[in-house]
């Protein structure tokens, strides 16, 4: 009787059908068989701790990156190598201005002509330059040292000739000889041009054209400058220059004799300058394609297409002809009369 009375009259009659023991057993079997056996945590590790074991007997150290030290102060290569650079950089940009002023002349040329700079005369001088002349211009950059110093050689032959002529004045007032004086004289008027035009020019041209006739010349007419140069230099008795053999005959004063011997080294200086500048340039000749025949060739075309030499080739030619032509006209009237005369 309790158990009727303590029952819910609202309760359903039949019960929760998921609730039954009988399909909860059976859905827990079902799910069991699908999924996988899942092991404990500690017996994943402790298995992987064994394989790894049989691997290595440690784990490696952890890696430590060693820090970089940087040293604020350069090593004596570092600083060389800097100067170096700093060095080849001004080297590049001032062959840069050279080229850059080099094409500017060229371009202003073109449009322009040339005026004569050299030599430098002054504006009331009534005679003007005769010749235009800028090494750093016309001449390439890699032989515009051996040509500046070739231009200085000959002011140095100048300044030669110019000595040799005050040590013969000095000798003929301190001793009456004439000789030196007189030729020292004709020395500088004549060879001061003459140098000027006869081997400079030529090497200036050769080197601004590549010309193989300017290079013949100038050697052609160079190797008598060292020649005579030489001769000077030792100061023979007909030599007209106050050398060395001049020097060592002079005893009348002691400033005499001082500034002969000054002369003499000059001259001697000069020697050596002028065969040391012969050899530079041979050098460089011989490292260039000029040679003979090149220079016949160039030799050949000038003459060919030089118009003066073409005008008095035709006049020339055209002198002969008339006279051809008039000596066979006057046979011809000379056999002609006395068939006339019938």
């Known amino acids: 009787m309790s158990d009727v009375g303590d029952a819910n009259p609202f309760a359903d009659p039949f019960g929760d059908p998921f609730q039954d023991p009988s399909i909860i057993q059976a859905t827990t079997t079902n799910q069991s068989v699908n999924q996988p056996a899942v092991l404990p945590t500690s017996v994943v590790n402790s298995s992987k701790s064994s394989s790894l074991g049989g691997v290595s007997g440690s784990a490696p150290p952890p890696y430590t990156p060693t820090p970089t030290s940087y040293n604020q102060n350069p090593t004596p290569n570092q600083t060389l190598s800097q100067a170096e650079l700093q060095r080849r950089q001004e080297e590049l940009e001032r062959k840069a201005a050279e080229l850059a002023a080099r094409e500017e002349a060229l371009k202003n040329s073109q449009n322009n002509i040339r005026e004569n700079n050299w030599p430098p005369l002054p504006k009331f001088c009534p005679v003007g330059p005769c010749f235009y002349q800028d090494i750093n211009v016309e001449i390439p950059p890699e032989f515009q040292n051996i040509i500046t110093y070739a231009y200085r050689l000959w002011m140095l032959n100048v300044a030669v000739l110019f000595a040799n002529f005050i040590g013969g004045l000095a000798i003929f007032i301190g001793d009456g000889d004439h000789e030196i004086f007189s030729a020292s004289i004709l020395?500088?008027?004549?060879?001061?041009?003459?140098?000027?035009?006869?081997?400079?020019?030529?090497?200036?041209?050769?080197?601004?054209?590549?010309?193989?006739?300017?290079?013949?010349?100038?050697?052609?007419?160079?190797?008598?400058?060292?020649?005579?140069?030489?001769?000077?230099?030792?100061?023979?008795?007909?030599?007209?220059?106050?050398?060395?053999?001049?020097?060592?005959?002079?005893?009348?004063?002691?400033?005499?004799?001082?500034?002969?011997?000054?002369?003499?080294?000059?001259?001697?200086?000069?020697?050596?300058?002028?065969?040391?500048?012969?050899?530079?340039?041979?050098?460089?000749?011989?490292?260039?394609?000029?040679?003979?025949?090149?220079a016949q060739e160039e030799f050949r075309h000038s003459v060919f297409t030089n118009e003066l030499t073409r005008q008095a080739t035709s006049a020339v030619a055209t002198s002969l002809t008339r006279q051809a032509f008039g000596g066979v006209s006057t046979q011809g009237s000379g056999n002609a009369g006395p068939g006339l005369r019938y």
């Open 187 to 294: 020395m500088l008027l004549f060879l001061t041009p003459l140098t000027f035009l006869c081997w400079f020019r030529p090497l200036y041209k050769a080197f601004r054209s590549d010309s193989s006739v300017n290079f013949m010349v100038f050697f052609f007419i160079f190797f008598f400058q060292c020649v005579f140069s030489v001769f000077w230099a030792l100061g023979l008795p007909s030599g007209a220059a106050c050398g060395l053999i001049t020097a060592l005959k002079t005893h009348h004063s002691i400033g005499l004799k001082v500034f002969i011997w000054i002369v003499a080294i000059i001259l001697i200086v000069n020697a050596v300058a002028n065969i040391l500048v012969l050899l530079r340039v041979h050098s460089i000749y011989r490292h260039t394609d000029a040679s003979l025949a090149k």
